[in-house]
């Protein structure tokens, strides 16, 4: 996942646009934190990697800005964020091209 900061999606398209990979289609998707956190643990569990053409992946999600401290003694719940966002990338190259190869391991890299 990458953290909510200024230029983190951009940080994590550009390693598509410095080998020149064209991007078909961007999505975000909220999910419920919840949610978010039974798919992490269930992705761990299943040994947190994914194949392609017998290559190892992570796949990344954006986390929501971190909620602000609450005063002593108020709730807090309203404060915490109830979602992260997902994003999908639909992109033109084969899978075995080693620029593709080279511009998920880059990604990889910069994610947590």
């Known amino acids: 996942s990458l953290h909510n900061v200024a230029g983190a999606l951009f940080k994590a398209l550009s390693v598509f646009a410095l ?3 064209d991007l078909t289609k961007i999505e975000s998707r909220p999910c419920k934190l919840d949610v978010m956190d039974r798919l992490e ?11 392609i053409k017998g ?3 992570r796949p ?14 108020q709730d807090d719940s309203e404060n915490r964020p109830q979602y992260r966002y997902l994003f999908y990338v639909d992109f033109l190259a084969p ?18």
């Open 19 to 21: 080998r020149d990979i």
């Open 41 to 51: 643990r269930l992705f761990w569990g299943m040994g947190g990697n994914m194949l």
């Open 60 to 73: 990344i999600g954006v986390e929501t800005p971190s909620a602000q401290k609450s005063a002593p003694g």
């Open 55 to 57: 290559k190892e992946f």
């Open 95 to 112: 899978a075995d091209d080693p620029n593709t190869a080279n511009a998920l391991k880059h990604l990889q890299e910069i994610t947590t």
